[in-house]
């Protein structure tokens, strides 16, 4: 692989992808509603606003983890107890390879970009792998199915 293609792609900034739009809910919203919402947009988040500053996200790990329970009352605000306040951010400036620094190092999926308090999109890790593989696709392409595989012998007629 060149290292200086992959350098550049490294070094771009978010801000020049194509960043995903989130859904906004108030905090008050039931988790019933973002449900819905993730549901009807094949999203994997809502992002709770109020006063068109983010507040908090919600996911559909929060979905399996905090909302499987039997006596879960789905009409319950999101800002009661499922909710993650404060959620990591980054700026559109940040480059490729801090973002997926930052999602590796926490196990994020989804990242908002902000930009003056406000949010502007989504970087998304499904999205930054698209984004690899048409910038490498004869890297990618030929990639073997079991890259630490050592053939012993040729195979083929």
Known sequence: MDRSRLAKFIDQRVGELPLANPVFLPPTATVRTAVQRMHQGARSCVLAVEDDRLVGIFTERDVLTRCMGADFDWDQPLDQSVLTRKPAT????????????????????????????????????????????????????NLPPRPHQVVAKREGG
């Open 90 to 141: 980054i700026a559109a400036e940040t480059t490729v390879g801090d973002a997926i620094a930052l999602m590796q190092r926490h196990n994020y999926r989804t990242l908002p970009v902000v930009e003056d308090g406000a949010v502007t999109g989504l970087v998304r890790l499904g999205e930054l792998l698209q984004h690899f593989v048409e910038s490498f696709p004869e890297e990618v392409l």
